[in-house]
């Protein structure tokens, strides 16, 4: 593994299903990050983690849960699909939460019929 | 609220120089980002500031000014592969990185 991986690239789910989006990086990095890409807007935060063991809620946490069990894995979930959350998932992670570029793995596409 | 304002889309020639300019209203600065994404792909890294003035890497360029919540990302030297979106992200009070919607870079031969 080089980098961050995130698993599925891409997925149809239907309405009220539970999905868990993966993502693990091998930079050891303290700092990781779950965003969505939907047209016409920025990247808006969904959760993030500062260093294992400890998650936070950014700007849209509403129907995603996170964990950070260890310092390479942090799986985004969705417990109960809606159409709303179709877009586009970026996972990302940098060295430390504060003064350092944020490297992004190669995004889920996730449709929610 | 917070807000980051940046031009929808802009076009320039193979060779020639762009201006990407971004505005910002934060609650609180800990530094601005640059970042370039593809279509269909990932954003990466391109520039850093978190003092005012210019930081220069190779084509690229970022300058930034505090006091008027102002940045802008300078392209020189215009390549095709340099068609992608730009993206301004400013990191706030929070640590937490605000995005802009980003810019659309078309770049003609």
């Known amino acids: 593994i080089a980098g961050i991986t995130q698993a599925p690239t891409s997925q149809i789910l239907a309405a009220g299903r539970r999905m868990t989006l993966r993502c693990t990086q091998d930079?050891?990095?303290?700092?990781m990050y779950w965003y969505r890409q939907d047209l016409g807007l920025g990247l808006r935060l969904i959760h993030y983690?500062?260093?294992?063991?400890?998650?936070g809620k950014g700007e849209v946490p509403d129907g995603y849960s996170v964990s950070r069990a260890n310092t390479d894995d942090f799986p985004l979930t969705l417990a109960s699909a809606v159409p709303s959350q179709t877009s586009v998932y970026f996972c990302?992670?940098?060295?430390?939460?504060?003064?350092?570029?944020?490297?992004f793995g190669p995004g889920t596409r996730l449709t929610v019929t | 609220g917070q807000n980051i304002d940046q031009p929808t889309e802009m076009t320039a020639t193979e060779g020639a120089i762009v201006q990407i300019n971004c505005t910002y209203q934060?609650?609180?600065?800990?530094?601005l980002f640059w970042y370039q994404q593809h279509a269909g792909e990932a954003p990466t890294f391109l520039s850093y500031?978190?003092l005012d003035g210019l930081e220069e890497k190779g084509r690229f360029s970022s300058f930034l000014s505090r006091s008027k919540g102002y940045s802008y990302l300078l392209l020189k030297e215009l390549q095709m592969k340099d068609s992608a979106s730009y993206l301004c992200?400013?990191?706030?009070?929070?640590?937490?990185?605000?995005w802009g919607a980003g810019t659309k870079l078309i770049i003609k031969p």
């Open positions: 930079m050891r990095h303290n700092a």
């Open positions: 934060t609650s609180g600065f800990n530094g």
């Open positions: 500031n978190v």
């Open positions: 983690s500062n260093t294992a063991g400890t998650t």
């Open positions: 992200a400013v990191m706030d009070s929070n640590y937490q990185l605000i």
């Open positions: 990302a992670s940098s060295e430390e939460a504060v003064g350092h570029e944020q490297y």
